[in-house]
């Protein structure tokens, strides 16, 4: 059973800066890649960044190109995203996701507000 525990989200005030992991089980995580999605109220969800399963290759959204770092850790079957500079229009719930499955897990919110 595809499984994924999101955390480390909450009240930000806008500058700060989250640590998001997300905890993977029940699939092949090491050979899988992984992404980070958001959906901010109202609007759809959206990629943000994603990460090959080696964790050599990146690639994000414009809206969070220099601010967001995503990363892995393949020994614990985690991967993080860190935000730094965090702006109101960050605000939303973010999920990590493998493209490769269709589960979803519960997100973490984020909120973004002074």
């Known amino acids: 059973q595809v499984q994924y525990v999101e955390s480390g989200g909450g009240l930000v005030q806008p500058g700060g800066s989250l640590r998001l992991s997300c905890a993977a089980s029940?699939?092949?995580?090491?050979?899988?890649?992984m992404s980070w999605y958001r959906q901010a109220p109202g609007k759809e969800r959206d990629l943000v960044a994603r990460?090959?399963?080696?964790?050599?290759?990146?690639d994000y959204v414009d809206s969070v190109k220099g601010r967001f770092t995503i990363s892995r850790d393949n020994a614990k079957n985690t991967v993080y995203l860190q935000m730094n500079n965090l702006k109101p229009e960050d605000t939303a719930v973010y999920y990590c996701?493998?493209?490769?499955?269709?589960?979803w897990g519960q997100g973490t919110q984020v909120t973004v507000s002074s």
């Open positions: 029940g699939f092949a995580f090491n050979s899988a890649p």
């Open positions: 990460i090959d399963s080696f964790g050599d290759n990146t």
């Open positions: 996701k493998t493209p490769l499955l269709l589960a």
